[in-house]
């Protein structure tokens, strides 16, 4: 869980970053004045050339200087020049109600916390700004191409390069609505909201607590037992168990049968015992052990009788 948010703060922090492009792209389309370039087609000491924008209009001088105003020169923009950047205000203030929030949805990714309102309402919101964006965007261009040159007056139109960058935003905006689109897919999937915790059916996402005094009755093998290393071939047979003690009954068979039992403690290291050296001897069987055997008498002293603690008894 931990990289699905992580990847998906990377996504969301690449959309973002998109978006910041295009809002200053935006913004400075509408602050210059130079979305096309006018000049009078008939020389002499009337000609005139300059810049436009939806506000205002510069005229070029002598030496390098430059005024602008609306009165300037005999050069008069079309209406659906003004209309175009009325628009395309609309589009930069769009684009950066969908920066403030990507913020905040990232915010919500990073903390998995609600900040300002619902993550499921930010990204629906997000797409809807893309969206209108690139309308907007659209709707820019098409006004600000109504202007053509104004053979009245003897001039010719050029476009400028604010023209160029509403261009370029209608790329950046559609590129935005399809990553906007995308989020909102994610977030509508189970576990899309971080905000929410996530559910998680297979568990394998949970948090586990380990119950030593659990006894697991299934088994892997179709038997039901497990076959062991040893010269009888014949699987262990399980008897009961508590939570610490684990007694496992086997059969030998070698130089005879027996049947024991091995009980193992592995909260208690210090009651294993180490094995026997291995012998090449022939080994005799010792059925009747016993650790609690009682001591002899043989004319008239205590014999204790000993008892070889091993499987077998080399002779």
């Not at 920066?99 to 919101?125: E, F, N, R």
């Not at 797409?127 to 104004?150: C, E, H, N, R, V």
């Not at 086997?250 to 027996?258: A, D, H, I």
């Not at 016993?290 to 091993?310: A, C, D, E, F, Y």
Request: charged share 15%; hydrophobic share 40%.
């Amino acid at each position: 869980m931990a990289e699905s948010n992580k990847s998906k703060a990377l996504y969301s922090s690449g959309v973002a970053c998109l978006g910041f492009l295009a809002f200053a792209l935006a913004a400075a389309a509408v602050a210059l004045p130079l979305w096309g370039y006018f000049e009078s087609t008939s020389g002499g000491p009337g000609a005139e050339r300059g810049y436009f924008g939806p506000w205002t209009t510069c005229k070029e001088l002598l030496y390098g200087r430059t005024k602008c105003g609306e009165n300037v020169s005999r050069f008069r923009p079309h209406g659906a020049v003004k209309l175009a950047g009325y628009v395309a205000a609309l589009n930069s203030l769009c684009l950066a109600f969908f920066c403030i929030l990507s913020i905040i949805q990232l915010s919500m990714i990073v903390s998995k916390d609600k900040v300002v309102l619902k993550y499921t309402s930010a990204v629906t919101a997000k797409l809807g700004l893309a969206l209108l964006s690139t309308m907007f965007g659209i709707a820019t261009a098409g006004l600000f191409a109504l202007q053509t040159d104004d053979r009245a007056n003897d001039f010719i139109v050029k476009r400028g390069e604010s023209f160029y960058i509403q261009v370029v935003l209608i790329v950046l905006t559609f590129l935005l609505f399809i990553g906007a689109l995308y989020d909102m897919l994610f977030a509508r999937r189970a576990g899309g909201d971080p905000t929410i915790a996530s559910r998680d059916p297979s568990g394998n996402d949970a948090t586990t607590y380990n119950n030593p005094g659990f006894r697991d009755k299934r088994s892997t093998h179709p038997g039901g037992s497990v076959s062991v290393t040893d010269a009888s071939g014949k699987p262990y047979a399980h008897s009961g168990t508590n939570g610490s003690m684990a007694t496992l009954s086997t059969t030998l068979s070698s130089n005879g049968s027996t049947t024991g039992s091995i009980t193992r403690s592995p909260l208690r290291s210090s009651l294993k015992k180490p094995r026997p050296a291995a012998n090449n001897g022939l080994g005799i069987q010792n059925p009747g052990f016993s650790g609690t055997s009682p001591t002899l008498s043989r004319n008239g002293s205590t014999v204790k009788k000993v008892r070889i603690q091993t499987h077998s008894t080399a002779v």
